[in-house]
């Protein structure tokens, strides 16, 4: 059972490859306009997540988290990406000045780790990620939840 655009998606991770390779998945679904939400506590895999989004998206590379600069753009694949970490971010308010208004909605697709940072600044159509540990407490095992927004 795969992800399909529009409906809800859960999976159990048992690595980070397969992590990333859901995120893949889910990045093969994603159009220009799209902003993806991730929700995840301090090392659940939102980077290794996103970096199967960019994968999907045509970009080769490593794919490192913004967590000092905010944002990170590649502009290498089918459609512009942006990557915004919002751990640093103290309220919806400073994303003005991180460009993530300009981004969001856009023609690119946006991933945002530490969405929960953004509150309402949260665009109304995203698809929302969250990474969260499995409940047989192993350190590589993520229960993953996808929801489509639109």
């Given at each position: 059972m795969g992800i399909k655009r529009g409906?809800?998606?859960?999976?159990?991770?048992?690595?980070p490859g397969?992590?990333?390779?859901i995120g893949r998945d889910l990045g093969l679904l994603l159009?220009?306009?799209?902003t993806v939400c991730i929700y995840g506590d301090v090392g659940a895999g939102k980077t290794v997540f996103v970096s199967g989004i960019a994968t999907a998206l045509g970009i080769s590379?490593?794919?490192s988290s913004?967590?000092?600069t905010i944002a990170n753009a590649y502009f290498c694949g089918r459609a512009p990406f942006y990557h915004f970490d919002a751990y640093r971010i103290e309220s919806p308010a400073e994303l003005y000045?991180?460009?993530?208004?300009?981004?969001?909605?856009?023609d690119c697709v946006v991933a945002v780790e530490w969405a929960e940072r953004i509150g309402e600044a949260k665009?109304?159509?995203c698809v929302e990620v969250w990474l969260c540990e499995a409940a047989d407490g192993s350190e590589s095992h993520r229960n993953i939840k996808i929801v489509f927004n639109e």
């Amino acid at each position: 059972m795969g992800i399909k655009r529009g409906e809800p998606f859960a999976a159990l991770s048992g690595s980070p490859g397969e992590t990333r390779r859901i995120g893949r998945d889910l990045g093969l679904l994603l159009r220009r306009g799209d902003t993806v939400c991730i929700y995840g506590d301090v090392g659940a895999g939102k980077t290794v997540f996103v970096s199967g989004i960019a994968t999907a998206l045509g970009i080769s590379g490593h794919i490192s988290s913004p967590t000092y600069t905010i944002a990170n753009a590649y502009f290498c694949g089918r459609a512009p990406f942006y990557h915004f970490d919002a751990y640093r971010i103290e309220s919806p308010a400073e994303l003005y000045e991180t460009g993530f208004f300009e981004c969001s909605g856009g023609d690119c697709v946006v991933a945002v780790e530490w969405a929960e940072r953004i509150g309402e600044a949260k665009p109304a159509g995203c698809v929302e990620v969250w990474l969260c540990e499995a409940a047989d407490g192993s350190e590589s095992h993520r229960n993953i939840k996808i929801v489509f927004n639109e």
